[in-house]
């Protein structure tokens, strides 16, 4: 992408910048060259840019606003000194998916991409932001999932696991939950969880699918066999952009996470067999 942005995009992106702004009491100050929050490093048009990708473009100034957003909030907490990285992995396609301003790799299966998160505080609670690629050039963090990373996101899912085995028997038996700053989507990356998920807790070495719904971001369900499909792409729709998970459910292997398919036939049958 250039340097340089068309003046509708400009536009787009200053709208998008002074949305955030006010809605969520931010101190910016605007000027030719980009943006500067108090103690942060300037960011530049072009890294909001690369962020808002194709929205920004296309004219969507819902999503450029989410995804610009994203990224203020985590260049300044990237600044706080106190910050804290960790693993994430975000639906391929998402509104809040920032595109070329994220390094990230695809998870086999295609479903989600996995990178680095920064967690920042939501109201009372948390919420984790893909890391911008300016932001960490201009604080010296890598941008690249490393080993460590990845060894920490599979103590996150043993905890899951850990979970889900003492919950066996009680309402909240078959709920996947957040942990140590790492949504639903981001735990289904790791390979301890899906192991898990596959084999049961009687760990059944029969068993090669299970079939998940993470319509939101904070829950997943994998006790789907009463569950009509169409809810979980209403309870997507009817969820805060920010805030949505996958819009369909999606088929878990040992390996893999991939969208289950559109036959609601062929969906049927794979949360049948997944049980």
């Known amino acids: 992408m250039s340097t340089e942005q068309p003046p509708p995009v400009r536009a787009i992106l ?16 605007l000027d030719d060259d980009g943006v500067r929050l108090p103690g942060c490093s300037p960011l530049e048009w ?17 999503v450029t606003r989410l995804r610009v957003g994203d990224v203020l909030h985590a260049h300044r907490e ?6 804290r990285v960790v693993p994430l992995a ?41 890391l911008p690629v300016a932001s960490a050039r201009a604080t010296g963090r890598s941008t690249l999932t490393g080993q460590e990373d990845l060894a920490r996101l599979e103590e996150f899912g043993d905890l899951v696991v850990q979970r889900l085995l003492r919950d066996t028997g009680t309402p909240t038996a078959g709920v996947l ?9 981001t735990l289904l990356a790791s ?18 699918l299970r079939a998940v719904a993470v319509p939101d971001r904070t829950r997943g369900w994998f006790d789907l066999a009463r569950i009509d499909p169409a809810y979980v792409g209403a309870a997507w729709a009817a969820t805060d952009p920010a805030d949505r998970g996958l819009r369909r459910p999606v088929i878990v292997t040992r390996e893999e996470v991939a969208l289950a398919s559109t036959s609601p036939r062929l969906v049927e049958n794979v949360l049948t067999e997944g049980q």
């Open 14 to 29: 200053r709208r998008s910048v002074l949305a955030t702004s006010v809605l969520d009491d931010l101190d910016v100050d």
């Open 46 to 62: 072009a890294d909001l840019a690369r962020a808002a990708g194709t929205a920004a473009t296309d004219g969507e100034e819902d």
């Open 191 to 208: 390979r301890t969880l899906r192991e898990h998920l596959v084999a049961g807790p009687d760990r059944t070495p029969g068993n090669v």
């Open 78 to 83: 990237l600044h706080s000194g106190t910050a």
């Open 90 to 130: 975000v639906p391929a396609g998402a509104d809040r998916h920032p595109g070329f301003g994220w390094t990230h790799r695809t998870v086999l299966g295609g479903a989600l991409n996995l990178g680095l998160g920064v967690v920042v505080p939501h109201g009372r609670s948390e919420r984790t932001l893909p």
């Open 177 to 185: 939950r957040p942990v140590g700053g790492c949504d639903v989507p």
